[in-house]
């Protein structure tokens, strides 16, 4: 269970990666601060930042073998997909600009 939360933090960072490229962002920083800049130029929401800066928090923790909630895996097998589609969506929208 902690894997497949490891692994949605994962595709969640490379499409970050994805849109930090399209907006020409310093991709030298840490993540925290790429979802500032992600945020500060429009391509993020309040909403989307905090729910993502929580999942790749509780990603980093499962990767590091600390127990997870069970309800954040629930939570992130159920909303995950979701999370990603909306990034791919920001991806294809990002990309036509």
Do not use: C
Not at 57 to 68: H, L
Request: aromatic share 4%; net charge positive; no cysteine.
């Amino acid at each position: 269970s902690n894997l497949a939360l490891v692994s949605l933090r994962i595709y969640i960072e490379k499409r970050l990666q994805k849109l930090i490229d399209i907006y020409n962002l310093e991709s030298k920083s840490d993540k925290p601060l790429l979802l500032y800049h992600l945020k500060k130029n429009d391509v993020l929401n309040d909403s989307e930042l905090d729910g993502l800066r929580n999942i790749i928090i509780a990603g980093n923790r499962a990767a590091q073998g600390v127990s997870v909630d069970r309800r954040a895996l629930e939570w992130a097998k159920d909303v995950g997909p979701k999370i990603l589609g909306i990034l791919d969506s920001k991806i294809e929208q990002s990309s036509k600009r």
